[in-house]
């Protein structure tokens, strides 16, 4: 982006944006009360990138315990290819460091090249597949984890029986 990326948490007013967004990017759109329940900061991180009151893409994350699941990466058409999704991503992985999270892991389609690349960079590994996980088209999902610094140390301590 040519000017400032400013990542904020999402709130109500970004709604209609990112509705339309949904209805851009994807084949079976989330609803208004799908996007809501990701604002739930007792159990989610849901961020925007923008500059100037625009809304350039999003990152929703679900988590509990120390178990993240990125419910959606989103970048607009007219953004894509310029760091948005990158930064979400870096600014997310952030907050889930904050909160001691463990892992985060996501879903994505097969054939979304460029999505899986940026993943891999973000240190993301391929996992596993979720057969005909995706429909319009139908298509398989490669499930992707990422471990985040210090899990290691929290996930293998031993609890006495």
Avoid at 15 to 37: G, N
Avoid at 56 to 73: K, P, T
Wanted: hydrophobic fraction near 40%.
């Amino acid at each position: 982006m040519t000017e400032a990326l400013l990542i904020r948490d999402a709130s109500r007013s970004d709604l209609p944006r990112l509705l339309e967004l949904e209805r851009q990017c994807f084949s079976v759109p989330w609803t208004e009360r799908m996007l809501l329940s990701q604002m739930d900061p007792e159990r989610n991180v849901f961020l925007v990138a923008g500059a100037a009151g625009t809304v350039a893409g999003y990152v929703g994350l679900m988590y509990v315990l120390d178990e993240g699941y990125i419910s959606n990466v989103c970048t607009a058409p007219e953004y894509r290819r310029r760091g948005v999704a990158d930064a979400l991503l870096t600014a997310l992985e952030e907050r889930c460091a904050e909160k001691r999270l463990a892992f985060l892991t996501l879903e994505v389609r097969e054939s979304n090249a460029p999505a899986i690349a940026l993943y891999a960079k973000h240190g993301y590994e391929s996992v596993g597949r979720r057969k005909n996980y995706y429909e319009k088209p139908r298509e398989d999902a490669i499930l992707m984890t990422r471990f985040l610094p210090g899990a290691a140390e929290s996930t293998t301590e031993a609890t006495p029986i």
